[in-house]
């Protein structure tokens, strides 16, 4: 069992919109991030957190440490939000990541 | 946000050839980097941690005397891919943290690079 799990693993939905994508952990972890990788390969980082929620624009992330898991919501989404986004850990003092499998977003207009 | 680049975007070398892949922080000092490889519809891999002034760490089943790493300063970190092979074409990706008193560690990640060995 992969120590960081996501749910779905590949995700299709019409513009407009609520996106959720899931990530489970099974080990103790300083922050969890959320990733965005576009079909060019580059990554950008979204979100880290260690407790609560986090908004930016129409994204928000969530975490709940004791159920060890966390959401990402996408509202009024749109085809530029295609991509694959990736949840990953950080362990205390330890400042590599762990990723988990990648959810692949494919917004139709 | 802080910024990572990396050169070249993509390169294609022959086999038996090595090839050297930069990351640099551009707007902040790194401390430490991380090298990525990521295969086709796969999520990343770790290869090392390259820290500033001292040995990368590399991880299990990756060739240290294969995939070169080298942080000579506080915002370059570079790979060298030995005597490439076919099978170590791939997309390597770097990222650095900007480090701080935090303990939480934001990583910003390079646009990656793409190597193709023929």
């Known amino acids: 069992k992969n120590e960081v799990e996501q749910s779905p693993q590949n995700l299709t939905a019409q513009e407009g919109e609520f996106i959720t994508i899931n990530c489970s952990y099974s080990?103790?972890?300083?922050?969890l991030h959320w990733l965005q990788q576009h079909p060019g390969g580059g990554i950008v980082s979204l979100f880290m957190?260690?407790?609560g929620k986090k908004k930016h624009g129409r994204l928000i992330a969530t975490i709940n440490i004791q159920e060890k898991h966390s959401s990402l919501h996408i509202t009024a989404s749109h085809p530029r939000d295609s991509a694959v986004y990736i949840c990953?850990?950080?362990?205390?003092?330890?400042?590599?990541?762990?990723f988990g499998t990648g959810t692949r977003l494919t917004i139709i207009p | 946000g802080a910024v990572v680049s990396q050169h070249p975007s993509r390169v294609i070398c022959k086999s038996g050839t090595s090839v050297k892949i930069e990351c640099r922080s551009l707007?902040?000092?790194?401390?430490?980097m991380f090298w990525y490889r990521q295969f086709p519809k796969q999520s990343l891999m770790l290869m090392a941690t390259?820290?500033?002034?001292?040995?990368?760490?590399?991880e299990q089943g990756v060739e240290k005397d294969k995939f070169l790493i080298n942080h000579a300063s506080l915002t370059l970190s570079t790979l060298t891919v030995t005597s490439a092979h076919p099978e170590d074409s791939s997309f390597y990706i770097c990222?650095?943290?900007?480090?701080?008193?935090?303990?939480?560690?934001?990583?910003?990640f390079g646009p990656g690079t793409r190597l193709t060995v023929t």
């Open positions: 990953a850990v950080s362990n205390f003092g330890n400042e590599k990541l762990t």
């Open positions: 080990v103790g972890i300083s922050a």
């Open positions: 957190l260690s407790s």
């Open positions: 990222s650095a943290n900007s480090g701080g008193a935090s303990r939480y560690y934001e990583q910003y």
């Open positions: 390259s820290n500033e002034g001292s040995k990368a760490t590399y």
């Open positions: 707007d902040f000092q790194a401390t430490t």
